[in-house]
């Protein structure tokens, strides 16, 4: 279902000048040259070109060359009418290499002949949210047309979760499902939703815990299973490398005849390394051309856009915004925490303000607030200029390409 931009017809070309793109200095520098938490260390900003820059900071409110910068983004031309004036023309060219070059992220809308799948009753009930329902509903549709065509009865579904697609084809598809999870918990969620649809163990649905990480013997268990009979593999939501090691299984093991995924999580993705040879990217055709992808273009890569419109209420923009100040406000005073990039878990309450981020961070860095940092601290670099706001997100639009050329190397 992923087709090329419509300026493309050969996908080696289209590989080819998508990594020629992410190549180019400007593109490695948003896309993670600077890491997005160093965006005020590196003064990310000043390293923009001189002509946007000075652009952006003319205009009345920054909010509207954010707005700009989404909309330029949409393939519909009516989407993007309302051009902001004065855009100065590299931007515009720019702009229009990165639209080009995106692949089409539109609802996808599944063609009248895949006939529609009625959810058991138990599983909208288990589902909580809406989105999620959709996507369940729209991959059994595709899943039950896809077997149809191909003459296809059984189905693995890995990273199976709760079972919400494996259930529902096996209950209402009539696909005999192979469910595999690395989390046992999540399998017995699943064995439970199985028995309340009265499906049976081993024969209609079956439940494995296995934790696939490209090495083991599901393969063989899974030409074991199906018998002989072609299956159609499948993975909802399937997080980081584990779409990877799908992929794999697809060219590797005989009876899996389709391959439906749906990836995500890119940031749990692992590259390539002398310590992790079959890392990210997996294709020989990324590789020969020296493909490597930051962890700030991962991170950021699996993030809607439309996630950054400006909204004061939007956690997307802070969370990257404060734990960039933060960084900025221990680089310069001389504050180091052990480690090269500490981690620490973020809370929904943390988000509220700098002040309580900080006060969070600091508590699991171990530094002393009145101290280290004290509350004149907070409300100096409270007051950063607002103008990395463009910056942050403009790092986001680029992440369009990065976003593409993961689905692309998969
Ligand atoms: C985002 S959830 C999606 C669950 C389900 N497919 C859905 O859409 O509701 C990802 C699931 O994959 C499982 N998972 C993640 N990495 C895995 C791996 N390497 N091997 C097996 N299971 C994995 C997790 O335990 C989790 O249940």
């Not at 939703?193 to 649905?205: D, T, V």
């Not at 940031?267 to 055709?285: A, D, E, M, V």
Request: with cysteine.
């Amino acid at each position: 279902m992923v087709s090329l931009p419509t300026r493309y017809s050969d996908v080696s070309r289209y590989a080819d000048e998508l990594v020629a793109f992410l190549q180019e200095p400007l593109s490695v520098q948003i896309t993670g040259g600077i890491h997005v938490n160093d965006a005020f260390i590196s003064d990310a900003w000043d390293k923009l070109p001189a002509e946007w820059t000075q652009w952006w900071e003319s205009l009345t409110s920054l909010r509207d060359a954010q707005d700009d910068l989404i909309k330029s983004l949409h393939k519909d031309p009516e989407a993007r009418k309302v051009d902001l004036p004065g855009r100065p023309e590299s931007l515009t060219r720019w702009l229009e290499r990165i639209r080009n070059i995106s692949l089409d992220r539109d609802q996808l809308v599944l063609p009248r002949e895949m006939e529609h799948v009625e959810l058991p009753r138990a599983t909208i009930s288990r589902i909580k949210v809406t989105k999620k329902l959709a996507e369940v509903q729209v991959a059994a549709r595709f899943i039950q047309h896809t077997c149809r065509t191909n003459n296809i009865k059984r189905v693995i579904d890995i990273g199976s979760g709760q079972g919400y697609l494996a259930t529902t084809l096996a209950s209402v598809c009539g696909l005999r499902v192979l469910a595999v999870d690395g989390s046992a918990k999540q399998i017995d969620g699943s064995k439970a939703a199985a028995r309340s649809a009265g499906l049976a163990e081993g024969k209609e649905i079956t439940h494995l815990v296995r934790f696939v990480d490209g090495s083991g013997s599901l393969g063989s268990e899974i030409q074991a299973w199906a018998g002989g009979e072609p299956c159609l593999l499948t993975g909802l939501h399937a997080c980081g490398s584990l779409s990877e090691h799908m992929v794999r299984l697809f060219t590797r093991v005989p009876c899996i005849a389709r391959l439906t995924v749906v990836g995500c999580c890119y940031n749990h993705i692992t590259p390539r390394s002398p310590s992790c040879p079959n890392g990210f990217p997996i294709s020989q055709h990324m590789r020969r051309r020296n493909l490597a992808l930051s962890a700030s273009a991962l991170v950021t890569g699996c993030q809607a856009p439309t996630n950054w419109v400006p909204n004061p209420d939007s956690r997307f923009v802070r969370k990257y915004w404060y734990r960039a100040v933060l960084e900025k406000m221990l680089y310069d005073k001389g504050i180091s925490t052990a480690g090269a990039r500490p981690v620490w878990g973020i809370r929904t309450g943390d988000l509220e303000s700098f002040e309580s981020y900080t006060k969070r961070a600091a508590g699991s860095l171990g530094l002393k607030m009145g101290s280290d940092i004290t509350d004149e601290d907070i409300g100096l670099w409270n007051r950063l200029s607002p103008s990395t706001d463009v910056s942050i997100c403009r790092s986001t639009r680029r992440q369009m390409s990065a976003y593409c050329l993961c689905l692309i190397t998969r």
